[in-house]
């Protein structure tokens, strides 16, 4: 088994700035991506980035290029979101998960074995 515990969600006003963090732990040697997926209300889940084992490989979504950075630290056993230039639309709970898969489609939600319970990020107008 493996847990995934994220921090650092919150309120922001919009053009600010947040910095997710997700710490595994358990059985997590051997896990290739670990992403960061978001759900708003009455929306269903959307991949938001994903970094692999290493860091290698990077991948966002087109709603967050250039807005969004993810960053894995292998030591710690922890991937970070740093958020910037937030937007009301970025308005979601935010989803750590991990894949042990070697998968050609990570940014699809069904390569993820283990998820986090979530954290809140809000941007207000």
């Known amino acids: 088994q493996v847990q995934l515990v994220e921090s650092g969600g919150g309120l922001v006003q919009a053009g600010g700035s947040l910095r997710l963090s997700c710490a595994a732990s358990g059985h997590s040697f051997g896990i290739n991506f670990m992403g960061w997926f978001r759900q708003a209300p009455g929306k269903e889940r959307e991949f938001v980035a994903t970094v692999s084992r290493g860091g290698g490989l990077t991948y966002y979504a087109d709603s967050v290029k250039g807005r969004f950075t993810i960053s894995r630290d292998m030591a710690k056993n922890t991937v970070y979101l740093q958020m910037n230039s937030l937007k009301p639309e970025d308005t979601a709970v935010y989803y750590c998960?991990?894949?042990?898969?070697?998968?050609?489609?990570?940014?699809?939600?069904?390569?993820?074995?283990?998820w986090g319970q979530g954290t809140q990020v809000t941007v207000s107008s």
């Open positions: 998960a991990a894949s042990f898969r070697s998968t050609a489609q990570p940014m699809d939600v069904s390569p993820y074995d283990y």
